[in-house]
């Protein structure tokens, strides 16, 4: 019984602790509080603004700077949230399947060793990309937000640590007037540490001021697999 009632008073000690700390970590950092409310917000409107959008994205596949493939989709958001994407000319995959030869055999089978390695980079930049309200809120209560010096005037760089990964880093260059992320540079990785993927993104924005993705690279370190992705041609639905 005694030890029941210890244990629900520790309980209680660090559930109070721990919401004391939080409160004390908010008001000793009501600059970054702010920038990152301004972050959130964006985020959030922006994310609901592309869902009413259609547009082309160009993926194109490096090793070593040699290019191995290029394809272009449509895309469009789905219901969850995530970008679905339809091949813009699916016959000329078919027809590069059937070409016969050992040079093109052994091309195909080098392409397809990079190919899951190649996806697995792609769906870590959009984790980033596409920032999350709830990822960024998080950070900023984990003492993981920083605002770093420099940049051009009405504009602030938040420096995030832990958002995705233990010991990834990503640092976002927002304009205050535009109320717009206006490039990303992330320092994240895949399984581990070793396998390190930097991502570089600058993004635009259309005449209604939704903000988007313009051109991304995506940088495989251990395997020198390089991902470019150019968006374009947004048009409403």
């Known amino acids: 019984?005694?030890?029941?009632?210890?244990?629900?008073?520790?309980?209680?000690?660090?559930?109070?602790?721990?919401?004391?700390?939080?409160?004390?970590?908010?008001?000793?950092n009501p600059e970054v509080q702010q920038r990152v409310a301004a972050v959130k917000q964006s985020a959030a409107m922006n994310k609901q603004a592309l869902s009413h959008y259609t547009w082309q994205e160009q993926q194109t596949v490096s090793i070593k700077g040699d290019v191995k493939k290029q394809e272009s989709f449509q895309v469009q958001m789905g219901p969850d949230g995530k970008p679905q994407k339809t091949p813009l000319d699916p016959q000329a995959a078919t027809d590069s399947g059937?070409?016969?030869?050992?040079?093109?055999?052994?091309?195909?089978?080098?392409?397809?060793?990079?190919?899951?390695?190649?996806?697995?980079?792609?769906?870590?930049?959009?984790?980033?990309?596409?920032?999350?309200?709830?990822?960024?809120?998080?950070?900023?209560?984990?003492?993981?937000?920083?605002?770093?010096?420099?940049?051009?005037?009405?504009?602030?760089?938040?420096?995030?640590?832990?958002?995705?990964?233990?010991?990834?880093?990503?640092?976002?260059?927002?304009?205050?007037?535009?109320?717009?992320?206006?490039?990303m540079q992330i320092q994240s990785y895949l399984e581990?540490?070793?396998?390190?993927?930097?991502?570089?993104?600058q993004l635009s924005q259309l005449p209604d001021g939704t903000n988007h993705v313009a051109n991304m690279e995506v940088n495989g370190q251990s395997k020198q697999l390089t991902v470019a992705v150019r968006n374009s041609n947004y048009q409403k639905m």
């Open 1 to 28: 019984m005694n030890r029941s009632l210890h244990s629900a008073r520790y309980l209680q000690i660090v559930f109070f602790t721990t919401v004391i700390f939080t409160c004390l970590a908010l008001a000793q």
């Open 192 to 201: 581990k540490p070793s396998d390190a993927v930097n991502i570089s993104a």
């Open 98 to 183: 059937r070409k016969h030869g050992l040079k093109h055999k052994v091309v195909e089978k080098k392409t397809e060793e990079y190919k899951d390695y190649a996806q697995e980079m792609a769906d870590l930049a959009r984790s980033y990309v596409q920032p999350d309200p709830q990822r960024l809120q998080e950070a900023f209560q984990q003492g993981n937000v920083a605002i770093a010096s420099g940049g051009a005037p009405n504009e602030v760089q938040l420096v995030i640590k832990n958002y995705v990964k233990p010991g990834d880093s990503m640092t976002l260059r927002f304009d205050q007037a535009r109320k717009a992320i206006q490039s």
